[in-house]
C-alpha cells in the first residue's frame, strides 16, 4: 500500500527530531528518499514551520535558564547578597535588593546606568550592590583594579567613583580610573600601594564563579529576589521586579 508522503509531511514536521529515527526503520530506501523529498517540498512552501520551531526551542531555552538561574541564587545567596567584596549604594539599609553585574566598558551597561539611577531617584529604599565584572579585555581588567583599590581605601566614595567611571566618555582604563580617583581625593600613589599589597584576584574570582552558575555570559546583568534579569531591561521592568519582592519575596508573583 502507498503511503501518503504530503500528509506525513505536513503532520509531523514539528515532530521530526523524534520521528525520524523511527521512520528511519520503518522506510525502505526509496521510500526514504521520497519521505526526504516531501519533506523539503513542504518546509520550502511553509517556511513559518522553521520559525515557530526556532521560537520553541529559544522559549525551552529560556526556561531551562531561568530554572538553573534561581537554583543558583538559591544556593549563593549570601555571595550575591552579601558578598564583602561588593559595596553598596542608594540605600545599604534599603529593604529590597538589587545586585548588578557590570563592566565599566560595557556601552549597555553605560546607558543602563541612567535607568537605575532613575530608580534610585523615585524609590528611596532600595538597596543597589554592584557587582564588578571586568569581561571585555585588558582595559576593563586594570580599571577594575584601580576600582577595588579605590573601594579598599575610600569605601565612602565608592558611589561617586562608580557614577563617575560610568557617565565619563572615552573607554575605561587604569589612566582614567586613576585619574577619576585623584579627582575624589585617593592619591595615584595610595591606589598603585594599594592594588600592589591587595589585589583583586579574590573578588573577580568570585565574581565568575558566580556569573557561571547563574548562566551570565554579558553585562549588565541584574539579580533581584530570586531571579536574574540579563541584559539592560529598563526602569519598568526593574521596578516591577523590586515592587513584587516587596509584594510576595519573589521577582514574579
Request: charged share 25%; aromatic share 8%; glycine share 6%.
Given at each position: 500500500?502507498?503511503l ?10 514539528a ?8 521512520a ?97 531617584e ?5 538597596r543597589?550592590v554592584l ?40 573607554r ?10 585623584s ?22 574570582e ?48
Amino acid at each position: 500500500m502507498a503511503l501518503n508522503f504530503k500528509m506525513i509531511a505536513a503532520t509531523t514536521v514539528a515532530l521530526l527530531p523524534f520521528m525520524l529515527p523511527v521512520a528511519a526503520h520503518a522506510l525502505d530506501d526509496a521510500q526514504k528518499k521520497e519521505f526526504g523529498a516531501f519533506i523539503r517540498e513542504y518546509l520550502l512552501e511553509n517556511p513559518e514551520v522553521l520559525v515557530e520551531a526556532q521560537q520553541a526551542l529559544q522559549e525551552k531555552q529560556e526556561t531551562a535558564r531561568m530554572k538553573q538561574a534561581k537554583v543558583a541564587v538559591s544556593s549563593n545567596t549570601d555571595k550575591i547578597f552579601k558578598s564583602t567584596y561588593d559595596v553598596a549604594i542608594g540605600n545599604p539599609e534599603g529593604d529590597v535588593t538589587v545586585v548588578e553585574f557590570f563592566d565599566y566598558n560595557c556601552g549597555y551597561c553605560r546607558r543602563a546606568h541612567a535607568d537605575m539611577e532613575a530608580v534610585l531617584e523615585q524609590d528611596k529604599n532600595i538597596r543597589y550592590v554592584l557587582k564588578e565584572f571586568p569581561i571585555l579585555g585588558p582595559d576593563s581588567e586594570a580599571a577594575h583594579k584601580v576600582s577595588d583599590a579605590f573601594r579598599k581605601l575610600s569605601p565612602e566614595k565608592y558611589g561617586d567613583f562608580f557614577r563617575a567611571m560610568m557617565t565619563s566618555e572615552g573607554r575605561a582604563s587604569e589612566e582614567s580610573a586613576i585619574a577619576i580617583a585623584s579627582d575624589l581625593g585617593v592619591s595615584e600613589e595610595k591606589i598603585r600601594a594599594k592594588m600592589a599589597e591587595s589585589p583583586n584576584t579574590a573578588s573577580v574570582e568570585e565574581t565568575y564563579r558566580l556569573a557561571a552558575d547563574l548562566g551570565i555570559t554579558g553585562t549588565p546583568s541584574y539579580v533581584i529576589g530570586d531571579e536574574m534579569l540579563p541584559g539592560a531591561v529598563g526602569t519598568a521592568a526593574l521596578s516591577e521586579k523590586l515592587g513584587n519582592v516587596r509584594s510576595c519575596g519573589q521577582a514574579t508573583c
